[in-house]
């Protein structure tokens, strides 16, 4: 039943933009390196820039092995699942890359999310993947499951830092600077998010 789309646009494009929460897949290129699986969440923090490009928030957490992937090899795979209405599993297999607060395309990149307060969630960086393939399959197996509302933790706990301080908890972690494997993570000192 899957079927191969050559941009997101239409139906598609609606489907990706009504899910509440989906999932990303890096790996290092190294045969035995940590492959890394996320679920993406908090409402207003996806977007889809053009008809192959889409972009994510990448919030403070405790580790970086997605920013460190992307640095080393650009390897990434979006998928979304629909948990409710008609079955469907959308994967976007593409390039992507992290756009630091320093990077002069980080402004204009930041106004695809009007949405949502990033200061709330302490933003390291813009995530931006170029689709390369495109496509869907059943998701019959996929359970009927019913969103109630965003947790509002990662706000209340990260709302209370200022640039400094989160840098401070950043360098306080073992796997932001660098990987579980070693990789180059997030490039610390944080550059202030004020400057963009």
Same mark, same amino acid.
């Given at each position: ?27 290092? $290129? ?10 993406? !969440? *908090?409402?207003?923090?996806?977007? %889809?820039?053009? /008809? &192959? ?56 990149? $930041? ?10 969630? !302490? *933003?390291?960086?813009?995530?931006? %993947?170029?689709? /390369? &393939? ?63």
């Amino acid at each position: 039943m899957g079927k191969v789309y050559e941009r997101i646009d239409g139906r598609l494009r609606t489907f990706i933009e009504e899910q509440k929460m989906f999932f990303t897949a890096t790996a290092p $290129l190294a045969g035995d390196g940590t492959v890394n699986l996320s679920p993406k !969440g *908090l409402a207003g923090s996806f977007a %889809v820039v053009d /008809e &192959l490009t889409v972009a994510y928030l990448d919030f403070a957490g405790s580790n970086a092995e997605t920013i460190a992937h992307l640095r080393e090899n650009g390897r990434i795979t979006l998928m979304w699942c629909a948990f409710t209405g008609p079955p469907n599993i959308v994967r976007v297999h593409g390039r992507g890359e992290p756009v630091f607060r320093d990077d002069p395309r980080f402004s204009a990149l $930041l106004n695809h999310f009007p949405d949502i307060d990033v200061e709330d969630h !302490g *933003l390291r960086a813009i995530i931006v %993947v170029t689709a /390369e &393939l495109i496509r869907d399959t059943c998701g019959y197996a996929v359970p009927y499951l019913d969103y109630r509302e965003d947790r509002p933790l990662h706000a209340s706990r990260f709302r209370r830092e200022d640039d400094e301080s989160l840098d401070r908890y950043f360098h306080k972690k073992e796997h932001i600077a660098s990987s579980i494997d070693g990789l180059p993570g997030l490039p610390l000192p944080l550059p202030p998010l004020s400057s963009t």
